[in-house]
């Protein structure tokens, strides 16, 4: 079945440090990839994805590559900034499933100044 | 970009009352729309698949009389928790995708608090 895996948190940051959440994924057929940002009180928003191997999304200087030899989908982000303080959620969705997604568990980032 | 509203956006209300949230997509159609629900500090638990013109589809465990699914067009599906109880406290989430293809990222609405005393 499809299910995503995602490094627990809470991941604490000092401003400017280097972010890496990881996230790996298990899917029958050949799934899209998403990352989503939740802030406090909000919604989700889609932050960045990937629809086939070896596809980088990236969007406000983070970035995560489409790695299908090693199933996974790492965010990464080389200089934090305190307002980048929320939770992140890897995802996919799968065709083969109706398009329906699949979370990650979520990874709560704080930055602090 | 796609834009999905929910409202309301907060409720408190007491036990026993019904509450109804909507979730519209602003400026497309959306045959299908997903309803979650988020415990504190958890992640998204898909609830329901709300298909328009169809009865939606429900997830294991998910009690179809105590939350009822209407997509009665293709940019709005209700969500209503009937006779809520303080164990129905959560934060709910709609989304909903431009097409049908699995390249299309969900959108979301900016959820509902829900709070029952």
């Known amino acids: 079945g499809n299910s995503v895996t995602q490094m627990e948190g809470p991941v604490t940051l000092s401003e400017e440090a280097f972010l890496t959440i990881n996230c790996t994924y298990t899917?029958?057929?050949?799934?899209?990839l998403f990352w989503y940002v939740q802030y406090p009180g909000e919604g989700l928003q889609l932050l960045l994805k990937?629809?086939?191997?070896?596809d980088k999304g990236s969007n406000k200087g983070f970035e995560a590559t489409y790695r299908k030899e090693t199933t996974s989908f790492h965010l990464e982000k080389g200089s934090v900034q305190v307002s980048d303080s929320a939770v992140y959620f890897c995802?996919?969705?799968?065709?083969?499933?109706?398009?329906?997604?699949?979370f990650g568990t979520g990874t709560s980032l704080t930055v602090i100044p | 970009g796609a834009v999905v509203s929910q409202h309301p956006s907060r409720v408190i209300c007491k036990s026993g009352t019904s509450v109804k949230i909507e979730c519209r997509s602003l400026d497309f159609q959306a045959t299908t729309m997903f309803w979650y629900r988020q415990f504190p500090k958890q992640s998204l638990m898909l609830m329901a698949t709300s298909n328009e013109g169809s009865k939606a589809t429900y997830e294991q465990g998910v009690e179809k009389d105590k939350f009822l699914i209407n997509h009665a067009s293709l940019t709005l599906s209700t969500l209503t928790v009937t006779s809520a109880h303080p164990e129905d406290s959560s934060f709910y989430i709609c989304?909903?995708?431009?097409?049908?293809?699995?390249?299309?990222?969900?959108?979301f609405g900016d959820g509902t608090r829900l709070s029952i005393l």
């Open positions: 899917a029958t057929g050949y799934p899209s």
């Open positions: 990937a629809t086939k191997a070896d």
């Open positions: 995802a996919l969705s799968d065709l083969g499933t109706g398009n329906q997604f699949y």
């Open positions: 989304s909903a995708s431009r097409g049908s293809y699995s390249n299309q990222p969900q959108h």
